[in-house]
């Protein structure tokens, strides 16, 4: 398995367009590594894809956490031998007027949409 199929790690991979990503990719016969935040929900789309003839794994990710998006990045690859994708995908959206949002709010939003990016970017790998 390791040598015949791509490796790819979907954040935000459990909703949204990373649900649509990662479906795609295992239809392409790539291996998904689910990297979400929310383990209940990772875990039964797991169980889901795997039940359904993919393989498919869900990992605990907290994107705006460096050393965390690192430990995943780096524990696939050693796995592996390789990373093919990364899809820096994990994002929120806050809806409703201007005025009533926080700077809490507008930094959750900073952190996960730039900093998420940024951390996934940032981690560079060898092979």
């Known amino acids: 398995m390791k040598e015949e199929r791509k490796i790819a790690i979907v954040t935000g991979g459990a909703s949204g367009i990373g649900r649509a990503i990662y479906n ?9 590594i689910i990297a979400y935040i929310n383990m209940q929900l990772g875990k039964s789309l797991e169980t889901e894809l795997n039940l359904k003839g993919f393989n498919a794994r869900f990992v605990l990710l907290d994107v705006t956490d460096f050393n965390s998006v690192e430990k995943v990045i780096y524990d696939i690859h ?3 031998g390789r990373l093919d ?3 820096n995908n994990a994002g929120i959206a806050m809806y409703g007027e201007l005025y009533d949002m926080t700077i809490e709010d507008w930094r959750e939003i900073i952190d996960i949409n730039l ?8 981690i560079g790998i060898t092979s």
């Not at 795609?24 to 998904?32: A, C, D, G, T």
């Not at 900093?115 to 940032?122: D, L, P």
């Open 78 to 80: 050693t796995e592996f």
């Open 24 to 32: 795609e990719l295992v239809l392409r016969n790539v291996y998904v």
């Open 115 to 122: 900093w998420g990016v940024i951390h996934g970017t940032q």
């Open 85 to 87: 994708y990364l899809f």
